[in-house]
């Protein structure tokens, strides 16, 4: 495709003005040198037309062609070159065209330095631009395509962390279910009547990045449900839950390896009652989730926040977010902490 065939109604028009204003002037100084208006105008619409073919044809070659760095030296050759090709096919036209005279044939032989010049200048210019804004666009192309390839890159480690939650929560629950057919038959027939609802929940929305809070905490419930039904009475919840923060968007199941967490930390390691309390609270365009637990200080030295449910959360903040501040932990005295940070648009 030709260089100028990419051109819009509007730059071809304007071109064509750039042209016939260059035809105006190049006749009006040539007239002024005392030559005949008839001779001025046939020498604009010669010389000018050869110097658009040629700089038109540099910058179709230059446009599919670039030279590299290194050979940047042939482009100060190729416009020396052209200038002279151009200013001998201008004084073969003339003399043909304008035959009879001889005063302006005496003329241009003394303005050849001048048109020479102006002819490599203009020919060296277009071949710059052209080489200028095919390397930007280049260079713009380029950082588009890093673009979708580190989005890609992106959703693909989400899909990878969002899909390692379910074999791992379920890997558990089996386990829960397993403990349960021997000693509570029944517990165990509603545990599995309720982890199918809660999975066929998730593969409703696996193809939404993105949830309301409060679809995301009724997931969780239904979670906890299945909880409940292996711990009973020791495991007890805690939600309070802002209702200006209802309506806040957050990542489709990013409590529920932060809830699975406190499950694992503060009943797996105890047999004492254990309540898990989730706040929420919204503040300058950020959403605050905060869930504690007690746990047993000697039993949990190891805990450093490093887990695979904390991590998995904290990893998945930052491809969406990319900040690495939107979770915090803290122990104090008996009871962990885990703080998440959601940015909401304005």
Partial sequence: MLFFSSWNIKTKIAVVLLFCLLNFLHTLIVNQLGNSFQASFFDSIISNSLLFLFCSASANIIFHYQPSAKTAWKLLLWCIILAVIIIVLQKIAISRIIKLDSTFILNFDKTIPVRLVFAFLLIGITMLAVWIWKYALYQSENL???????????????????????PHFLFNSLNSINSLISSKPEDARK?????????????????????????????????????????????????????????????????????????????????????????????????????????????????????????SVSRRLYLLYSRMDLLITSINENIFSVQIKIPQQA
């Avoid at 929940?201 to 299945?226: A, M, P, S, V």
């Avoid at 806040?248 to 809830?259: E, F, M, S």
């Fill in 191 to 311: 545990m599995i009547q309720k982890l199918s609802d809660f999975f066929r929940g998730t593969l409703r929305k696996n193809e939404n990045t993105f949830i309301k809070l409060e679809e995301e905490i009724k997931h969780i419930n239904l979670y906890l449900d299945i909880e409940k039904t292996r711990f009973g009475h020791r495991l007890k919840t805690n939600f309070i839950i802002n209702q200006k923060t209802e309506n806040c968007i957050v990542p489709h199941l990013i409590l529920q390896p932060l809830i699975e967490n406190s499950i694992k930390y503060g009943l797996y390691e105890t047999t004492n009652d254990v309540e898990i309390v989730l706040k929420t609270a919204f503040t300058n365009n950020m959403l605050i989730i905060e869930i504690t637990n007690p746990i047993d200080i000697e039993s949990s030295r190891n805990l450093n926040g490093s887990g695979f449910g904390l991590s």
């Fill in 144 to 166: 588009s395509r890093n673009t979708k390839a580190e989005l890609l890159e992106k959703e693909a480690e989400l899909s990878k962390l969002t899909q390692q939650l379910q």
